[in-house]
């Protein structure tokens, strides 16, 4: 099944995603895979199921994924996101805890605010990439990817193992729960109507426990991976299916499932990146453009994993960045090698790609040598032996919508 969709979607582009599909760190044995609450849902409306991240997951729908993506931008899609690792830290030293294996200043947060982090290493390489959320119950709700769910788990479970032996009070645990993301400028008016409280109360980056269309015990955190407004909302299980057909069913606006295809082609466009791509354990994030994770408190403080590497790199700049590119012709994909404008110095590599359903134009992103990291550089991308005209370009490449009221 696997060969079939490769073969037939290939040529939109989406060479990364299904590489990561593909690759044993992301894919199980048959026998093996798991499936969100939702799956006979997403059956019955007719996805294509692949494996991803260890699980069974919808890559598109009926429509296709030119026209899902298309339909976030301009109304609102819903994607399963169950896959991905929820957990808990309870205890009083659980912003101690956090700080010891992020960048963020979690003790600055307020109640009800998160941000996006990274786990680091030693060497200032980034574990995973997540969103971490200090709520007004008094405990941290963390949101990490799938792929590095059984990763970042141990790492955390070792760092909880630690603080505990020491007699310091954490406590992790896995939330087991559905989680659907509602993406695009029509969000609010489909959600709304089932709300216990006001989206205009809930800015970019913040979160609340409240009750969706009659579930109780749901969170709403206002952020997604489209750069559209949007919201994930957290629900338990057994309530997932009859809220999904509540938004589905919605008269404000024209609701559609997107797949794993558009997710990935949109978070390309809103210049987000995808771990194992994009980021690994062998970028920091200086070079990968995301400086502005570490908080100036804990810089004051420099005691975050790879502190010393990551300081000196802000202080002194790195010697590569991650940058966009917009070109045209045949697609960049991923692992394409970058040159000079002269075509003679290898200065990089690409690590995602894909042609924008919504500007028409073929863009990627990649890491080049600092000195070639200016907007507007040109350079040549190899794309299948013939070299081809890429201009650096400023991410994202679609303006980003998030709700920041002013």
Same mark, same amino acid.
């Given at each position: 099944?696997?060969?079939? *969709?490769?073969?037939?979607?290939?040529?939109?582009?989406?060479?990364?995603?299904?590489?990561?599909?593909?690759?044993?760190?992301?894919?199980?044995?048959?026998?093996?895979?798991?499936?969100?609450?939702?799956?006979?849902?997403?059956?019955?409306?007719?996805?294509?199921?692949?494996?991803?991240?260890?699980?069974?997951?919808?890559?598109?729908?009926?429509?296709?994924?030119?026209?899902?993506?298309?339909?976030?931008?301009?109304?609102?899609?819903?994607?399963?996101?169950?896959?991905?690792?929820?957990?808990?830290?309870?205890?009083?030293? $659980?912003?101690?805890?956090?700080?010891?294996?992020?960048?963020?200043?979690?003790?600055?947060?307020?109640?009800?605010?998160?941000?996006?982090?990274?786990?680091?290493?030693?060497?200032?390489?980034?574990?995973?990439?997540?969103?971490?959320?200090?709520?007004?119950?008094?405990?941290?709700?963390? /949101?990490?990817?799938?792929?590095?769910?059984?990763?970042?788990?141990?790492?955390?479970?070792?760092?909880?193992?630690?603080?505990?032996?020491?007699?310091?009070?954490?406590?992790?645990?896995?939330?087991?729960?559905?989680?659907?993301?509602?993406?695009?400028?029509?969000?609010?008016?489909?959600?709304?109507?089932?709300?216990?409280?006001?989206?205009?109360?809930?800015?970019?980056?913040?979160?609340?426990?409240?009750?969706?269309?009659?579930?109780?015990?749901?969170?709403?955190? $206002?952020?997604?991976?489209?750069?559209?407004?949007?919201?994930?909302?957290? *629900?338990?299980?057994? &309530?997932?299916?009859?809220?999904?057909?509540?938004?589905?069913?919605?008269?404000?606006?024209? /609701?559609?499932? *997107?797949?794993?295809?558009?997710?990935?082609?949109?978070?390309?466009?809103?210049?987000?990146?995808?771990?194992?791509?994009?980021?690994?354990?062998?970028?920091?994030?200086?070079?990968?453009?995301?400086?502005?994770?570490?908080?100036?408190?804990?810089?004051?403080?420099?005691?975050?994993?790879?502190?010393?590497?990551?300081?000196?790199? *802000?202080?002194?700049?790195?010697?590569?960045?991650?940058?966009?590119?917009?070109?045209?012709?045949?697609?960049?994909?991923?692992?394409?090698?970058?040159?000079?404008?002269?075509?003679?110095?290898?200065?990089?590599?690409?690590?995602?790609? &894909?042609?924008?359903?919504?500007?028409?134009?073929?863009?990627?992103?990649?890491? /080049?040598?600092?000195?070639?990291?200016?907007?507007?550089?040109?350079?040549?991308?190899?794309? $299948?032996?013939?070299?081809?005209?890429?201009?650096?370009?400023?991410?994202?490449?679609?303006?980003?919508?998030?709700?920041?009221?002013?």
């Amino acid at each position: 099944m696997m060969v079939g *969709i490769i073969g037939k979607y290939r040529p939109f582009c989406f060479h990364h995603l299904y590489k990561t599909i593909k690759s044993n760190r992301f894919s199980s044995k048959a026998g093996e895979l798991k499936r969100t609450c939702l799956y006979d849902f997403h059956v019955a409306e007719g996805a294509k199921i692949v494996p991803f991240a260890g699980w069974e997951m919808p890559v598109q729908y009926k429509s296709g994924i030119i026209k899902e993506h298309l339909h976030v931008r301009k109304e609102v899609g819903i994607f399963d996101v169950s896959h991905m690792l929820q957990t808990r830290v309870d205890g009083k030293d $659980r912003k101690k805890f956090m700080e010891s294996l992020v960048v963020l200043d979690v003790e600055d947060l307020k109640p009800n605010q998160g941000s996006l982090t990274v786990f680091t290493n030693e060497k200032g390489g980034i574990i995973d990439d997540l969103i971490v959320s200090n709520t007004s119950e008094g405990y941290l709700y963390v /949101v990490s990817n799938a792929g590095c769910a059984d990763k970042d788990m141990a790492h955390m479970k070792a760092k909880e193992a630690e603080f505990q032996k020491n007699g310091l009070d954490v406590k992790l645990t896995t939330i087991e729960t559905a989680l659907l993301a509602v993406q695009g400028p029509s969000m609010k008016k489909v959600l709304q109507p089932g709300l216990d409280f006001d989206l205009n109360s809930l800015p970019f980056m913040t979160t609340i426990s409240a009750k969706v269309f009659g579930a109780e015990g749901c969170r709403v955190t $206002r952020c997604g991976y489209t750069g559209e407004d949007g919201v994930e909302i957290s *629900i338990p299980s057994n &309530c997932a299916v009859d809220v999904l057909s509540s938004l589905m069913s919605s008269p404000k606006a024209p /609701v559609q499932l *997107i797949g794993l295809g558009a997710r990935d082609s949109l978070r390309l466009e809103a210049g987000l990146c995808l771990y194992g791509n994009d980021i690994d354990e062998t970028t920091t994030p200086v070079e990968a453009n995301l400086t502005w994770l570490v908080s100036k408190g804990r810089r004051a403080k420099a005691d975050f994993p790879g502190a010393e590497i990551i300081l000196q790199q *802000i202080k002194s700049k790195p010697t590569k960045r991650r940058v966009g590119f917009t070109s045209t012709g045949i697609p960049v994909r991923g692992h394409a090698k970058i040159y000079s404008q002269d075509g003679k110095e290898l200065i990089g590599e690409v690590t995602s790609g &894909c042609p924008s359903p919504s500007l028409n134009i073929n863009v990627s992103m990649g890491y /080049v040598k600092t000195a070639y990291a200016k907007n507007g550089t040109k350079v040549k991308i190899e794309v $299948r032996q013939k070299m081809i005209d890429a201009d650096v370009t400023k991410l994202p490449f679609v303006p980003s919508n998030y709700f920041i009221p002013s």
